[in-house]
């Protein structure tokens, strides 16, 4: 009887928790404004009322608001790094021409304070003219991450008898060259991820080859691996005479061993620069140039290359509760880009195995997973002797 009367009881009040929880609900669907297009933005544009000139004063208002759109629609796009890369881009050619961007906006409302009209707008980017627009200053948008490109790129002064490559002697420390300094600069611009022979020269006993000036494909590939790069550029700048650039650069897909693109550009060196400047200035125009005409290219093959897809069983070790379980599982499928699908396969002695299917590069996979800053526990990977991939939460934050 009492276990009845306990029952009903909680029924009745299990009964009235669904009624207000769902009430509520309904309750705040009903408050959250109509969804607005991801594509739409929302802005506030402000004039100032000058001699009680307010007609002047909206019209200022209504162009600040399209600018900011424009703004806002370029943070969201390039994201952090896009913007600061290529601030001056987007400052002295996109957003002064912010007007012819914009698909359509609607003025939702619009209030006077004081000596301030204020204005709110709703606007669209014509996403289109935006493409050809970010494509014609070389700022070509992928998804997932940068790709890594190290640079094998000779300078050659042939008036002072001077020729640097790195390579020939990767432990030294010898500083970056000026075509180096530029093509770093450039191609981060372009969206890429420039890798720093400063920074993580790998030890190691390399051939006679890999030495050369002049490198072969093979052996500029070599380099790519133990850089663990996406590209290798290898080729020469040659300043002649001090009158005029050549550069050559030729791009090598490391994953595939294959030739991606080769270009080359010659400028000549203006007589109007400064005496310090007009020789990088000049390395720079002539990189820049290549630059924006092999960058799609790369992008192009690498997004081919990274459209396979793969499969990878992966053992996880140091779980102490399910729990951990699927917050990596949940981690693995939802902010890995290019994971499609996270299985459970088999459970053996203190391990869980999973079946990741993703597009792309294997390596590239786990870099990109270890190196995410949402991850949720600090872990390491390991390769056993026969292959099997190994990811340990032993250590965990």
Not at 25 to 41: H, N
Not at 288 to 296: G, K, T
Request: aromatic share 8%; hydrophobic share 40%; net charge negative.
């Amino acid at each position: 009887m009492v276990q009845k009367i306990f029952s009903s009881s909680l029924g009745k009040v299990l009964l009235a928790f669904c009624f207000v929880f769902f009430f509520n609900f309904s309750f705040l669907k009903a408050e959250i404004p109509g969804k607005v297009d991801q594509e739409e933005i929302l802005v506030i544009g402000t004039g100032t009322i000058v001699d009680g000139n307010v007609a002047n004063a909206r019209k200022a208002a209504i162009s600040q608001a399209l600018v900011r759109g424009v703004e806002e629609y370029l943070a969201r796009r390039l994201g952090h790094q896009g913007m600061m890369n290529n601030f001056r881009k987007v400052i002295q050619q996109i957003i002064p021409r912010a007007r012819e961007e914009i698909e359509n906006f609607h003025i939702l409302a619009e209030e006077q304070i004081d000596k301030d009209y204020k204005i709110l707008v709703r606007l669209k980017v014509n996403e289109k003219m935006m493409d050809e627009e970010l494509r014609s200053l070389g700022l070509i948008l992928r998804k997932g991450p940068p790709i890594k490109i190290l640079f094998l790129v000779s300078q050659i002064d042939e008036k002072k008898g001077d020729i640097f490559s790195w390579w020939r002697d990767p432990e030294s420390d010898f500083p970056l060259t000026p075509t180096e300094l530029a093509l770093y600069r450039i191609f981060e611009e372009h969206g890429f991820s420039p890798l720093n022979r400063l920074l993580n020269v790998p030890e190691g006993d390399y051939s006679p080859e890999m030495k050369m000036l002049d490198l072969s494909d093979e052996d500029a590939t070599r380099w790519g691996r133990i850089f663990s790069a996406d590209v290798v550029i290898h080729g020469r700048c040659e300043i002649i005479e001090e009158k005029e650039i050549s550069v050559t650069l030729k791009v090598l897909d490391v994953k595939g061993g294959i030739t991606v693109s080769q270009d080359s550009q010659t400028e000549m060196i203006s007589e109007d620069l400064g005496s310090i400047d007009k020789i990088f200035q000049t390395i720079e125009k002539a990189i820049n140039r290549v630059a924006l005409r092999i960058s799609p290219i790369i992008i192009k093959t690498m997004e081919v290359s990274e459209a396979s897809t793969n499969q990878l069983e992966i053992a996880l070790k140091g779980l102490v509760n399910f729990k951990q379980f699927r917050q990596l599982k949940d981690f693995i499928e939802k902010d890995i880009w290019g994971v499609k699908s996270v299985k459970q396969t088999r459970v053996k002695d203190n391990s869980i195995y999973i079946l990741v299917e993703f597009t792309g590069d294997e390596n590239r996979f786990l870099e990109t997973l270890v190196n995410h800053g949402n991850l949720p526990f600090k872990v390491e990977v390991t390769r056993t002797s026969d292959g099997e991939v190994i990811i340990n939460l032993r250590k965990l934050l």
